[in-house]
């Protein structure tokens, strides 16, 4: 079976510091891959990454820089703990549309509907996410960045790979 990947954007700027230590404290993930946005959730296909590049590309064709800002907790599913994108969202969610499109189509979630975000946790129990909750608001993290590209991200047996920002054009 291949590995899975995902298409996501990684902000970069300022605000990430206290994004990082609240995902260490509440992410299982966090170890495994820095803060982002997830674009496309993690796919297993035998598209290679030549074919994947050249999608992306194209679904990034004419797409320009924007500003997306995070801000906001909220909590999500009883599961998560979620940043919002309060400004940008809706670019973010016409990128995963285009990302969706094509050779990804069929791996695109029906049972979901996509919310711009950056995940802050995954805490199951009641309490516990109550309280997760109460001290990511406490800290009130923003993450205001410029998004200029898209990255893959390969989940493998040994941790993710991050491959290199395919840019959106300028």
């Known amino acids: 079976m291949p590995d899975q990947r995902a298409l996501v954007f990684f902000p ?6 206290v994004v990082e230590s609240l995902r260490r404290r509440f992410d299982p993930l966090a170890s495994e891959i820095a803060a982002h946005a997830t674009l496309v959730f993690p796919f297993a296909s035998e598209i290679s990454d030549v074919d994947l590049r ?13 500003r997306v800002r995070f801000e906001g907790v909220s909590d999500v599913e009883e599961e998560y703990l979620f940043l919002d994108a309060v400004v940008g969202g809706e670019r973010l969610a016409d990128l995963n549309d285009r990302l969706y499109a094509g050779p990804l189509a069929e791996y ?9 975000h950056i995940t802050l946790g995954r805490v199951r129990d009641h309490e516990g996410r109550r309280q997760a909750l109460n001290a990511a608001r406490a800290l009130t993290p923003v993450v205001d960045e410029i998004v ?9 047996e040994n941790g993710g790979t991050e491959g ?3 840019p959106l054009c300028v």
Do not use: C, K, N, W
């Not at 970069?12 to 510091?17: E, F, K």
């Not at 695109?108 to 711009?116: F, G, I, K, L, N």
């Open 54 to 66: 050249a999608h992306i590309e194209q679904a990034l064709d004419g797409q320009t820089p924007f």
């Open 12 to 17: 970069q700027g300022s605000g990430l510091h």
């Open 148 to 156: 200029r590209g898209v990255s893959v991200f390969r989940l493998g």
């Open 108 to 116: 695109r979630s029906t049972a979901h509907v996509y919310r711009p």
């Open 164 to 166: 290199p920002i395919i």
